[in-house]
């Protein structure tokens, strides 16, 4: 039982560049949720899933794509990278109402 | 919308002393979730504790507790006994019993706890 893995744990992009960062879980879990962090402030959502082939607009989903083909695996897509792109992304996610939400270790993106 | 208001960047402490975060929120509905994370260095979430809008009782874990005024809409943190490893960045958080489980986080508040 790993809980929620994210991969890479670090990337630096140049402008332009498009990338997709990896996100799985093993518990079975409805939700799941991309969210990103920049320096110094909280996390703001970008997308989210309540289950497989569902898929909704977060807080800041501009310059960002998301697919949920599988209940395990949420991927999120960057098409061409921009410097305000550059953040911690965080991959979180929950069985149900009233369930502990669970993160992964997050990934540093650097776009320069 | 709901949103989470923290309005301390920075906090800190000596070590076996206590301290207090405040968080406020704003929203319409009266059944949710409010939650205290810790974020250490390694940016690894941890979650810290978590009240219920519905239980009037103030949660307790260990050496942090919480004062929930839901009437105010404010939900503090209380650290007692402050020890080194409790130094991080603090974030508040709402989330709803109904819909889609998202969490609304506050800003953060760094705590740095001296020796």
């Known amino acids: 039982n790993a809980g929620v893995t994210q991969t890479p744990k670090f990337r630096i992009l140049k402008i332009g560049q498009s990338m997709t960062l990896q996100c799985t879980q093993d518990?079975?879990?409805?939700?799941m949720y991309w969210y990103r962090q920049d320096p110094g402030m909280g996390l703001k959502l970008i997308y989210y899933?309540?289950?497989?082939?569902?898929?909704d607009k977060g807080e800041v989903p501009n310059g960002y794509n998301v697919s949920r083909s599988t209940t395990e695996d949420f991927p999120l897509r960057l098409e061409l990278a921009a410097p305000s792109q550059t953040s911690v992304y965080f991959c979180?996610?929950?069985?149900?109402?009233?369930?502990?939400?669970?993160f992964g270790s997050g990934t540093q993106l650097s776009v320069l | 919308a709901q949103t989470v208001t923290q309005s301390q960047p920075e906090m800190s402490v000596q070590e076996a002393e206590t301290v207090t975060l405040s968080c406020t929120y704003d929203?319409?509905?009266?059944?949710?979730?409010l939650f205290w994370y810790k974020q250490p260095p390694s940016r690894q979430m941890i979650l810290v504790i978590r009240?219920?809008?519905?239980?009037?009782q103030n949660a307790t874990e260990n050496r942090f507790s919480v004062n929930f005024q839901k009437a105010a809409k404010s939900f503090s943190l209380k650290i007692s006994d402050s020890q080194l490893g409790d130094a991080a960045m603090y974030f508040c958080?709402?989330?709803?019993?109904?819909?889609?489980?998202?969490?609304?986080f506050g800003q953060g508040t760094r705590l740095t706890i001296n020796p």
């Open positions: 929203t319409s509905e009266s059944d949710y979730y």
């Open positions: 009240q219920e809008a519905y239980k009037q």
């Open positions: 518990m079975n879990h409805n939700y």
């Open positions: 979180a996610s929950i069985f149900g109402p009233n369930e502990k939400l669970f």
């Open positions: 958080a709402y989330r709803s019993y109904k819909g889609a489980q998202k969490l609304v």
């Open positions: 899933s309540v289950g497989a082939g569902i898929t």
